[in-house]
Nanobody, 120 residues
Framework: QVQLVESGGGLVQTGGSLRLSCAVSGRILRINAMGWYRQAPGKQRDLVAITRGGSTNYADSVKGRFTISVDNAKNTVYLQMNSLKPEDTAVYYC???????????????WGQGTQVTVSS
């Protein structure tokens, strides 16, 4: 089994900062990609940031404000969010694509989601 445990969401004022964490554990052979998505009420789930094979991509709306980082020793991905805006309010989901020990193929896994609310 694979578990993703997120933490770090909360309520912050416009211009504030938050740091999200997502720890991945289980029978993991190799992690191919780690990232963050978000879903606002009534909207689809959208990519925020992802790192894969040494490259990183950000949504245009967060470039220059958010930074994704990975601690490979801990299988943990972080999202540092600065200069937060009310439009950043959403549930943020951790995402990972990995190979499991003893199983063929790569699988996608999602965290449970953490609420980020930015007040104006």
């Amino acid at each position: 089994q694979v578990q993703l445990v997120e933490s770090g969401g909360g309520l912050v004022q416009t211009g504030g900062s938050l740091r999200l964490s997502c720890a991945v554990s289980g029978r993991i052979l190799r992690i191919n990609a780690m990232g963050w998505y978000r879903q606002a009420p009534g909207k689809q789930r959208d990519l925020v940031a992802i790192t894969r094979g040494g490259s990183t991509n950000y949504a245009d709306s967060v470039k220059g404000r958010f930074t994704i980082s990975v601690d490979n020793a801990k299988n943990t991905v972080y999202l540092q969010m600065n200069s937060l805006k009310p439009e950043d309010t959403a549930v943020y989901y951790c995402y990972v694509n990995l190979l499991r020990l003893g199983l063929p193929g790569a699988y996608d896994y999602w965290g449970q989601g953490t609420q980020v609310t930015v007040s104006s």
